[in-house]
């Protein structure tokens, strides 16, 4: 599998939040993924990056377009260095939230992608990895 267009979005804000949807609009859309599928990665990025700041304390995005064979995608990567999440099957199961939310953004990030990886050390951090592939 080899790389190409890689980014590195902070995020610290909610400007950060926006500013990852639109870069990951963009390279989806320059990695041939249709409209459709270029929304969901958007919305799953959205999802994601929101998480990152509310509960990680703040972290990064990294937006790559992955190749394999003919297969062309985009793969993202949140990392934060927050809380972690004790229990990541009750963290993904919808409806469950610990800051008010509507429970719902992790879980639908994972069906939004054709690939999901969710690790977590509690006192040390967070990192989910998604792709969605053409
Ligand atoms: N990066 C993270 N670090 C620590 N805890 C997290 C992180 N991401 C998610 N969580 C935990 O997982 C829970 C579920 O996340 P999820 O995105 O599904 O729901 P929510 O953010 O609470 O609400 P919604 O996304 O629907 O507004 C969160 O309430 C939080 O406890
Ligand atoms: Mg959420």
Avoid: C
């Avoid at 890689?6 to 909610?14: A, F, Q, W």
């Avoid at 999802?47 to 985009?74: F, P």
């Avoid at 610990?98 to 429970?103: D, K, N, Y």
């Amino acid at each position: 599998m080899s790389t190409t267009a890689t980014d590195l979005v902070p995020i610290r804000s909610g400007d950060d939040v926006v500013r990852v949807r639109q870069e990951v609009r963009a390279i989806a859309a320059r990695a041939g993924l249709s409209l459709v599928d270029q929304t969901k990665i958007v919305t799953a990025a959205s999802e994601l990056a929101r998480n990152t700041l509310d509960y990680g304390g703040g972290g990064t995005a990294r937006i790559e377009v992955v190749m394999e064979g003919a297969r062309r995608g985009v793969r993202l990567t949140f990392e934060d260095q927050g809380p972690g999440i004790p229990d990541i099957e009750r963290a993904l199961s919808d409806g469950f939230t610990s800051g008010g939310g509507l429970g719902l953004g992790l879980g639908g990030a994972r069906r939004l992608s054709n690939e999901f990886h969710i690790h977590s050390v509690v006192g040390s951090g967070t990192r989910v990895v998604i792709a969605r592939w053409r």
